[in-house]
């Protein structure tokens, strides 16, 4: 594994039924067409040598015997190379027939995994011709030149780089409780599916649930081979389904009813795999019940080091729902956030919030927060106390779009000037005004919030907060400022998918209150705490700052979500965001406000942008995470939260020595200056 990356196929052959030498060759160019692409495992169907529907013909021992010889052959075509094959076969042992799976590599067999459920109903009759693992007794076969152990208890399979594999054979996946279970507890990251699950109406849309949901309860990425073109036709159809899920999230989809062979590769993320079940207690629980199981794993050969090229698509906003699912998520994690605060409201008993809004993404969203709550409670729109507070770096932008937001809603509106206070503050004090310092900065924050808690106090109401997700991982808040509320609808929101849900709404809305929410998504990020430029535009903009959002939210994502190293990190982000593309300029700076454009799509960043970004990340990350360590309270609303009562639990003072020299070691392979 690379970057905990293994590459696997489920492939589908064309078959001949009881002809195990064309089969034969169909999979010995599917093997060469893998390994030609770097894949270090591939499925093929069950009984892929024979064809599945050879039906009393497998009591003929010459079909047996052929089956054998065929895998004699496969063994010696795999002779030199590095990919591990799994292939189905039946096999005599003893007494029985056992439907088997052969895992080869190199010219040998690593292992034998024999069926355990073997379907005797409907158009199913498997129980005529072939024997349960249930009815095996552990023994020790010759098969094709080989000593070949069999057994009935679980086989693990661990490749030269650590990835750990097991096998399941069609019907065991259909099973109250499968065999897959018992393989994922063990240790298995993936499970390979070998099948000859014939098509009826309805039947794969089923299949597919009943994947995803396997492969997501038990944390695996599972790989399904299932009999396609060239099977018996005499009373069903078999569609050749070529799947892979990794962890319930389907990679890769074959075609179905083809009638050529088919191959779908995918790179499957291990040390994801991995992370996830380490942060899932349940499954370690469950684990409990292998302690006295025993589990066989066999070490497959060494092999030859590749390049690794990433090949799986990597998703730049993983914020962001997919446009299928954009209305419905929305509407959810709005609805979270509205019920959060209800909650909070009929607790404390007010019937008053008090806002500041400044005409920006983050309290347009809160406020509408507000909006929404205050209708499900049954509570008077005016009770909302929206409050602009103009002051030093005001735009009239800003300032037009947030009274106009309050007054299409319907809120009640304060407009306190901040300057005359903030000035005699700056004498109080003894600051030079003239110095727009993080002094001059941070005391206008702090004056906001207290004018906010005020007036809370005033009315009898609360303060909402309205910073999100990314600011918090950033640290980008004026401690005891804009850092500090009652309560945080916002606290769990992304940047990025911010500004999703304000368009979103927008979308609901009158074309007033909609042209007015759109300008705001338009508008340059920005605290507004420095003067305007001479044509009273915004001159601080918070990505020319701190970075592009889109950017911060995917690093925060990888970092936390799933516990990603710098380098796992900028390898995904080169993909994501289309490497290479020059769109910064040297300084590293995004070419627009990524997070405010109007598509809410992603940028193009080169390496160089997207290292110095990282850099920052992991430095801010680590340095600002005392103001996280006293937040608010506020709604967890998707995977990741840096809640100090709930998700993220990090001392105030851990170093990110680690993680930077990580990111200067990038650096200098890439030969960015720093």
């Keep these: 594994m690379k970057y905990g990356f293994i590459k696997v196929a489920s492939a589908v052959p064309t078959v001949q039924v009881a002809d195990c030498v064309q089969n034969l060759k169909e999979i010995e160019s599917l093997i060469v067409q893998a390994e030609g692409q770097g894949v270090e495992v591939i499925a093929f169907p069950e009984l892929s040598l024979t064809g599945y529907s050879c039906q009393d013909l497998f009591r003929q021992q010459l079909l047996l015997d052929a089956a054998e010889n065929a895998l004699l052959q496969l063994l010696d075509f795999t002779r030199h190379l590095d990919i591990i094959a799994i292939v189905g076969l039946p096999v005599p042992v003893g007494d029985l027939l056992l439907n088997c799976a052969a895992v080869v590599q190199r010219g040998k067999i690593l292992g034998l995994v024999p069926k355990t459920y073997l379907p005797n109903y409907g158009e199913f009759y498997e129980k005529r011709w072939f024997a349960s693992s249930q009815d095996l007794r552990p023994a020790t076969i010759r098969l094709a030149g080989h000593s070949v152990h069999v057994t009935a208890s679980p086989q693990l399979f661990r490749t030269c780089d650590g990835a750990v594999f097991g096998v399941e054979i069609c019907e065991d996946v259909w099973a109250p409780t499968p065999p897959s279970n018992h393989l994922a507890l063990a240790g298995a990251d993936i499970v390979f599916n070998l099948s000859a699950s014939d098509e009826l109406t309805g039947k794969h849309a089923y299949l597919k649930s009943l994947l995803a949901q396997q492969s997501a309860r038990t944390v695996t990425a599972y790989?399904?081979?299932?009999?396609?073109?060239?099977?018996?036709?005499?009373?069903?159809?078999?569609?050749?389904?070529?799947?892979?899920?990794?962890?319930?999230?389907?990679?890769?989809?074959?075609?179905?009813?083809?009638?050529?062979?088919?191959?779908?590769?995918?790179?499957?993320?291990?040390?994801?795999?991995?992370?996830?079940?380490?942060?899932?207690?349940?499954?370690?629980?469950?684990?409990?019940?292998?302690?006295?199981?025993?589990?066989?794993?066999?070490?497959?050969?060494?092999?030859?080091?590749?390049d690794f090229v990433l090949e799986r698509a990597v998703e730049p906003l993983p914020f962001i729902p997919g446009a299928?699912?954009?209305?419905?998520?929305?509407?959810?994690?709005?609805?979270?956030?509205?019920?959060?605060?209800?909650?909070?409201?009929?607790?404390?008993?007010?019937?008053?919030?008090?806002?500041?809004?400044?005409?920006?993404?983050?309290?347009?969203?809160?406020?509408?927060?507000?909006?929404?709550?205050?209708?499900?409670?049954?509570?008077?729109?005016?009770?909302?106390?929206?409050?602009?507070?103009?002051?030093?770096?005001?735009?009239?932008?800003?300032?037009?779009?947030?009274?106009?937001?309050?007054?299409?809603?319907?809120?009640?509106?304060?407009?306190?000037?901040?300057?005359r206070s903030v000035t005699q503050h700056f004498e109080d004090i003894g600051h030079d005004a003239a110095v727009r310092d993080v002094t001059y900065e941070n005391a206008q924050a702090r004056e906001r919030t207290q004018i906010l808690m005020d007036l809370a106090n005033e009315l009898g109401g609360m303060v909402v907060g309205t910073g999100d997700l990314s600011e918090l991982a950033l640290g980008w808040a004026t401690y005891n400022g804009d850092?500090?509320?009652?309560?945080?609808?916002?606290?769990?929101?992304?940047?990025?998918?911010?500004?999703?849900?304000?368009?979103?709404?927008?979308?609901?809305?009158?074309?007033?209150?909609?042209?007015?929410?759109?300008?705001?998504?338009?508008?340059?990020?920005?605290?507004?705490?420095?003067?305007?430029?001479?044509?009273?535009?915004?001159?601080?903009?918070?990505?020319?700052?701190?970075?592009?959002?889109?950017?911060?939210?995917?690093?925060?994502?990888?970092?936390?979500?799933?516990?990603?190293?710098?380098?796992?990190?900028?390898?995904?982000?080169?993909?994501?965001?289309?490497?290479?593309?020059?769109?910064?300029?040297?300084?590293?700076?995004?070419?627009?406000?990524?997070?405010?454009?109007?598509?809410?799509?992603?940028?193009?960043?080169?390496e160089a942008t997207i290292l110095h970004w990282l850099q920052t990340f992991c430095r801010r990350f680590f340095n600002q995470q005392f103001k996280r360590s006293c937040l608010p309270d506020g709604p967890k609303v998707g995977s990741v939260s840096l809640s100090p009562r709930g998700d993220w639990r990090m001392p105030s003072d851990a170093v990110s020595a680690l993680w930077l020299r990580e990111v200067d070691a990038l650096m200098s392979q890439a030969g960015v200056q720093q």
Excluded: W
């Design 223 to 306: 790989v399904y081979s299932s009999a396609g073109f060239g099977e018996s036709t005499q009373d069903v159809v078999y569609g050749g389904n070529a799947l892979i899920y990794e962890n319930g999230r389907l990679l890769a989809e074959g075609e179905r009813f083809a009638l050529k062979s088919q191959m779908q590769t995918a790179q499957v993320d291990v040390e994801r795999l991995r992370g996830e079940r380490r942060n899932n207690t349940t499954f370690a629980n469950a684990q409990r019940r292998m302690r006295n199981e025993e589990v066989t794993t066999v070490e497959a050969e060494a092999t030859q080091p590749r």
């Design 324 to 419: 299928a699912d954009m209305e419905t998520s929305c509407d959810e994690i709005f609805s979270i956030q509205v019920m959060g605060l209800a909650k909070r409201m009929v607790h404390t008993r007010a019937r008053t919030v008090v806002i500041g809004i400044s005409g920006g993404l983050d309290s347009t969203l809160a406020l509408l927060v507000c909006a929404k709550t205050f209708d499900r409670l049954q509570l008077d729109r005016r009770g909302i106390v929206g409050v602009t507070m103009p002051g030093f770096g005001t735009t009239d932008r800003t300032y037009r779009n947030a009274v106009g937001l309050m007054q299409s809603l319907g809120v009640t509106i304060r407009e306190v000037n901040i300057a």
């Design 483 to 606: 850092h500090m509320s009652m309560y945080g609808v916002n606290a769990s929101v992304p940047k990025t998918l911010v500004l999703h849900l304000v368009r979103h709404v927008a979308g609901q809305m009158d074309t007033d209150s909609a042209a007015t929410l759109l300008d705001i998504v338009n508008t340059p990020i920005s605290p507004e705490l420095i003067p305007a430029d001479d044509e009273g535009n915004i001159r601080q903009k918070t990505e020319d700052l701190v970075g592009p959002y889109e950017l911060h939210d995917f690093f925060l994502y990888y970092f936390l979500r799933h516990g990603f190293s710098p380098r796992k990190i900028f390898l995904l982000a080169r993909k994501a965001f289309g490497g290479g593309a020059s769109a910064a300029a040297a300084a590293g700076t995004a070419s627009s406000s990524p997070a405010s454009r109007a598509d809410g799509g992603a940028g193009i960043y080169d």
